[in-house]
């Protein structure tokens, strides 16, 4: 998606009044991107549509039929169940009287419930790993789409949505109450060439974290929290952001995005310095670059799925050196993951079938506290003929902890784990529209970095909801 290039900088301007200076610079600058980006995708969907009009040209067939599910979530890393797969009726009044004016309007809600089954709880405050303590969480996400057919424009969307976030333990969230996407799409070229500028949650946009990569079945068993570490935004969090992913020949494709860059020190901080996600460009918070190149063939009677993507993220922000104790800019963090479909269960669904899948990560060790990250996995789209949209999977990761953290801990005088793994089993049941289900164990050896707490087998449970 994006290059990859690592900028080491200096660690601190020497005149205060230079170094506010840049700053308010750096923030013009990229607040000036996006609007000149926002600018060139309207000025060339216009011209476009005025060619079309002033220009002779050959009969060509009719564009096919709009479709309800033309509304739903486009051009990420991630999918989203059909806006059809729903509670409410997809032809129902409501519905379809919105759509004849080119609007969609979704809710998701979701609950989860977490717990260690291996030991009594802990008192809330004594937690350092989730289901220590009991852990429960719960969000409730409107989203309104638009196909800007009233604007004349093809390929194109206005897509908002806001979050009330909530869960028992807060560093396991952030609670949020807020914006959380507002962006202008476009495609052009049948979609060859896609853009993206405006408030973007950036988890479904790269990476491919979701094993079988849809959000309704794909989230229990992943812990890579290395991107996020590094500045990328993640769900309940938005942060101002323009991308651009191009598809070349061969099922190859490439991704890049600017990004201001989620606070430092995490969600809590993030959501304590920008309650509401409108904040343009807090203090400090700066450019987060993000590059990804891939091969993703879709499966077909005749050929099996395989999706490829390596990554890197390059963040100017500075970052507490725990060697050191100053702040550094430098972060970074580079990835590879990849999935095939070995097996293929069903003609007429392609993509039913068995799957494996490896990813890899690293960040430096200096900057944050989980360093390096490796994960195998092994899932079934539809693992019964009478369930075909039901998931089952079986998910190994190992995470290294910061040495450089650890070593500091140590010198401290308190106990540590190193490093951490997890072998989770989970699965998804689409127990009917709009109604998903997850169940799991997953048993975590090494669950925190401090204190030296014993392994825990974690139930897991979900249950999420599209109206």
């Known amino acids: 998606m994006n290059s990859a290039r690592?900028?080491?900088?200096?660690?601190?301007?020497?005149?205060?009044?230079?170094?506010a200076s840049h700053q308010r610079v750096q923030g013009a600058s990229f607040a000036l991107l996006l609007l000149a980006a926002c600018f060139v995708l309207l000025a060339a969907a216009r011209l476009g549509a005025q060619v079309t009009q002033d220009t002779p040209k050959l009969p060509v067939p009719p564009p096919p039929p709009r479709s309800l599910d033309d509304?739903?979530?486009?051009?990420?890393?991630?999918?989203?169940?059909?806006?059809?797969?729903?509670?409410?009726?997809?032809?129902?009044?409501?519905?379809?009287?919105?759509?004849?004016?080119?609007?969609a309007l979704r809710l998701v809600t979701q609950s989860q419930y977490v717990q260690n089954t291996l030991a009594a709880p802990v008192p809330p405050d004594n937690q350092v790993y989730i289901g220590e303590h009991p852990f429960e969480a719960a969000m409730v996400q409107p989203i309104l789409t638009w196909d800007l057919r009233q604007l004349h424009l093809r390929r194109?969307?206005?897509y908002v949505g806001g979050v009330w976030n909530w869960v028992s333990w807060n560093p396991a969230g952030p609670k949020s109450f807020q914006l959380w996407d507002l962006y202008f799409y476009k495609g052009w070229g049948r979609d060859r060439v896609q853009m993206k500028a405006g408030y973007i949650s950036m988890n479904l946009e790269f990476v491919g974290l979701f094993v079988g990569g849809s959000t309704a079945t794909g989230g229990q068993g992943v812990y890579a929290v290395l991107p996020y570490e590094v500045g990328m935004s993640y769900f309940p969090l938005t942060s101002p952001a323009a991308s651009l992913r191009v598809r070349g020949p061969d099922h190859l494709y490439v991704k890049s995005a600017a990004q201001r860059s989620i606070d430092p020190a995490g969600g809590p901080?993030?959501?304590?310095?920008?309650?509401?996600?409108?904040?343009?460009?807090?203090?400090?918070?700066?450019?987060?670059?993000?590059?990804?190149?891939?091969?993703?063939?879709?499966?077909?009677?005749?050929?099996?799925?395989?999706?490829?993507?390596?990554?890197?993220?390059?963040?100017?922000?500075?970052?507490?050196?725990?060697?050191?104790?100053?702040?550094?800019?430098?972060?970074?963090?580079?990835y590879a993951?990849?999935?095939?479909?070995f097996i293929r269960t069903s003609l007429e669904h392609p993509d039913h079938g068995l799957y494996a899948g490896a990813s890899y990560m690293n960040v430096p060790d200096a900057l944050n506290s989980y360093s390096r990250y490796y994960e195998a996995r092994f899932y079934k789209e539809a693992p019964l003929e009478s369930r075909p949209a039901d998931l089952v999977s079986f998910v190994a990761s190992h995470t290294g902890y910061s040495r450089v953290a650890t070593n500091s801990l140590a010198a401290q005088g308190k106990s540590v784990w190193r490093s951490g793994s997890t072998l989770t089993g989970s699965y998804a049941v689409h127990v009917s529209p709009g109604n998903f289900v997850g169940l799991g164990l997953t048993y975590l050896y090494g669950p925190a970095i401090t204190p030296r707490v014993p392994s825990a087998l974690n139930f897991l449970a979900s249950w999420t909801t599209y109206f």
């Open 6 to 19: 690592h900028n080491k900088r200096g660690i601190a301007m020497a005149d205060p009044e230079r170094n």
């Open 71 to 103: 509304l739903n979530y486009l051009a990420g890393d991630a999918s989203v169940p059909s806006l059809s797969d729903s509670i409410l009726n997809p032809q129902g009044k409501f519905r379809q009287s919105l759509f004849r004016k080119g609007l």
């Open 156 to 158: 194109a969307q206005l």
């Open 269 to 334: 901080a993030e959501v304590a310095r920008n309650a509401t996600g409108f904040r343009f460009l807090p203090h400090g918070d700066k450019l987060l670059l993000i590059n990804e190149a891939g091969y993703l063939r879709d499966p077909a009677k005749n050929v099996h799925e395989t999706w490829f993507r390596a990554g890197y993220l390059d963040n100017s922000t500075k970052y507490k050196n725990v060697a050191t104790g100053q702040p550094q800019s430098g972060n970074y963090c580079a």
């Open 337 to 341: 993951l990849v999935d095939h479909q």
